[in-house]
């Protein structure tokens, strides 16, 4: 294994050889020579290990909208998906807490009340799957569980049951939007090789 971070990576015409490349990683103890196929594979390694070396720090879009949407009143969210109160279950004090929520674009915002000003709190539901429970054998609840078992599952619950409901529904269909990273990584790598290349 290589560490990449902050390694020098470029061309070494030293050996004479054609497309050959170097790799010395930053703890400088060893030096990796590599070496291609062709130019073009060549361009392509040193391109994405530049990448891999060298991460831009660039925020996306969407990173910009949750973070401008978790600075605003509950209500001046435009176009939620799903709004409400929720009850969240503190497993560590098993107490529920509630919480007004709003549910957009994958999202789920948290706010201590409808007139709060900016939300508390954020849960980004890529990958989470959603299910009704049973909790204490009487009540039923909504289980977000994870896409990997080092995440947190969540248990929320609604007033009544037709808002469980509408939740249970709202959140799925915003979950849904959003394609699942290995997902996403499958018909990434199934697509024809021309249309992978850098």
């Not at 390694?7 to 070496?35: M, Y």
């Not at 849904?176 to 021309?194: G, S, T, V």
Request: proline share 5%; aromatic share 10%.
């Amino acid at each position: 294994v290589i560490k990449l971070q902050a390694a020098e990576i470029d061309v070494d015409n030293s050996l004479g050889k054609p497309f050959v490349f170097h790799c010395v990683p930053q703890s400088g103890d060893r030096s990796f020579c590599l070496c291609a196929t062709s130019n073009q594979e060549m361009k392509r390694w040193l391109e994405a290990m530049h990448r891999a070396a060298h991460p831009t720090h660039q925020n996306h879009v969407w990173e910009d909208v949750t973070l401008h949407n978790s600075s605003l009143p509950p209500l001046a969210i435009k176009n939620p998906e799903c709004l409400g109160l929720l009850h969240q279950l503190e497993r560590s004090t098993d107490t529920w807490v509630q919480h007004y929520c709003i549910l957009k674009d994958g999202c789920l915002y948290f706010y201590a009340s409808i007139r709060s000003t900016q939300a508390s709190g954020g849960l980004y539901l890529q990958g989470y799957r959603v299910s009704e429970q049973t909790h204490n054998f009487k009540q039923s609840v909504i289980e977000l569980k994870p896409p990997s078992e080092e995440f947190k599952t969540f248990y929320f619950c609604a007033e009544n049951t037709t808002e469980n409901q509408r939740w249970i529904t709202a959140l799925k269909l915003s979950i849904k939007k959003w394609l699942p990273l290995d997902q996403a990584i499958q018909e990434f790598m199934n697509r024809p090789l021309e249309e992978t290349r850098m």
